[in-house]
């Protein structure tokens, strides 16, 4: 008897059909990751006319220029006028402001006698490149050096009044920062653990693995106390936010006990700079 297997075929067809649509769809979501998380992680953008006012009186641009193109600084000078500072906080900020937006955080600061150097990442802001892990360390270190020489310091003078502030990815520069110079204070707000684990909340931890660079900030800041025991290392975090969860800041605290750690009652990731801002300058300032 002859049998027919027609109708199998039939039914094979969809169901391959199907897995292959599936198959292509699952590489072509890997491919979207991986060449396009840059564009996930850093949202660049220039000054609009709304910060032709924000740079303060005592304030004033420091241009240098890279193998990836010129970059501009801020420094804003203690107003005790013709004084070197006493601390430079260099200030580092989220993926998606600009490094004046400082300036309304800092603004009415009480210490006269403290400096700011804020640092936009290459691409934003007036710095031309592109930015990566590396080229935010040559951009910065090269920013530090440059003001250094403009105040006539040498760098051990210089290294003695370093501290540093961030705000979300900021807060891992600005670790990162830390772990490379001998720093007094480091200040992070809304921080993650690692930069891994803070993707891997959104695509997945499998698909986490699939980014090129990652932050660790707990591997910066046990750096950060090799380098100096007496450094003071503050964390304020927003209990409601809904972008880096206060289990990673609180996780991070927990981990190195010699951290002060602030949870901020009802602050999301942006009002924590508002909610916290007292604290926050007063931390700073004890």
Same mark, same amino acid.
């Given at each position: 008897?002859?049998?027919?297997?027609?109708?199998?075929?039939?039914?094979?067809?969809?169901?391959?059909?199907?897995?292959?649509?599936?198959?292509?769809?699952?590489?072509?979501?890997?491919?979207?990751?991986?060449?396009?998380?840059?564009?996930?992680?850093?949202?660049?953008?220039?000054?609009?006319? =709304?910060?032709?006012?924000?740079?303060?009186?005592? &304030? =004033?641009?420091?241009?240098?220029?890279?193998?990836?193109?010129?970059?501009?600084?801020?420094?804003?000078?203690?107003?005790?006028?013709?004084?070197?500072?006493?601390?430079?906080?260099?200030?580092?900020? &989220?993926?998606?402001?600009?490094?004046?937006?400082?300036?309304? $955080?800092?603004?009415?600061?009480?210490?006269?006698?403290? %400096?700011?150097?804020?640092?936009?990442?290459?691409?934003?802001?007036?710095?031309?490149?592109? /930015?990566? $892990? /590396?080229?935010?360390?040559?951009?910065?270190?090269?920013?530090?050096?440059?003001?250094?020489?403009?105040?006539?310091?040498?760098?051990?003078?210089?290294?003695?009044?370093?501290?540093?502030?961030?705000?979300?990815? &900021?807060?891992?520069?600005?670790?990162?920062?830390?772990?490379?110079?001998?720093?007094?204070?480091?200040?992070?707000? /809304?921080?993650?653990?690692?930069?891994?684990? =803070?993707?891997?909340?959104?695509?997945?931890?499998?698909?986490?693995?699939?980014?090129?660079?990652?932050?660790?900030?707990?591997?910066?800041? /046990?750096?950060?106390?090799?380098?100096?025991?007496?450094?003071?290392?503050?964390?304020?975090?927003?209990?409601?936010? =809904?972008?880096?969860? +206060?289990?990673?800041?609180?996780?991070? %605290?927990?981990?190195?006990?010699?951290?002060?750690?602030?949870? +901020?009652? &009802?602050?999301?990731?942006?009002?924590?700079?508002?909610?916290?801002?007292?604290?926050?300058?007063?931390?700073?300032?004890?």
């Amino acid at each position: 008897m002859h049998r027919s297997y027609a109708p199998q075929n039939q039914l094979k067809r969809p169901v391959v059909s199907g897995l292959v649509a599936l198959c292509l769809s699952f590489f072509l979501l890997i491919g979207l990751i991986y060449f396009r998380q840059h564009s996930m992680v850093y949202h660049p953008r220039p000054y609009g006319p =709304e910060y032709a006012q924000a740079l303060p009186p005592n &304030g =004033e641009e420091i241009s240098y220029t890279l193998s990836f193109g010129k970059q501009t600084a801020f420094y804003i000078s203690p107003r005790n006028s013709g004084q070197s500072p006493v601390r430079l906080w260099v200030a580092f900020c &989220g993926n998606g402001s600009l490094a004046l937006d400082w300036t309304t $955080i800092l603004a009415g600061y009480p210490n006269s006698h403290d %400096a700011f150097l804020l640092v936009d990442y290459p691409g934003y802001g007036k710095c031309q490149g592109y /930015a990566t $892990i /590396a080229n935010m360390r040559v951009s910065s270190d090269a920013a530090l050096k440059t003001l250094t020489k403009r105040l006539a310091l040498s760098e051990e003078e210089m290294e003695s009044r370093l501290c540093t502030i961030g705000h979300s990815l &900021g807060s891992a520069v600005a670790i990162d920062f830390g772990a490379r110079h001998r720093v007094q204070r480091v200040l992070a707000i /809304a921080p993650f653990t690692t930069l891994r684990e =803070e993707a891997a909340r959104i695509i997945t931890g499998p698909l986490s693995h699939l980014l090129i660079e990652s932050y660790d900030n707990g591997a910066g800041i /046990a750096e950060i106390r090799k380098r100096n025991r007496e450094a003071k290392i503050a964390i304020f975090h927003g209990t409601n936010d =809904e972008v880096i969860p +206060v289990r990673m800041g609180r996780e991070l %605290a927990q981990r190195f006990p010699f951290i002060d750690f602030f949870a +901020v009652e &009802g602050a999301n990731h942006v009002s924590v700079l508002s909610e916290a801002h007292d604290k926050i300058i007063r931390w700073m300032n004890n």
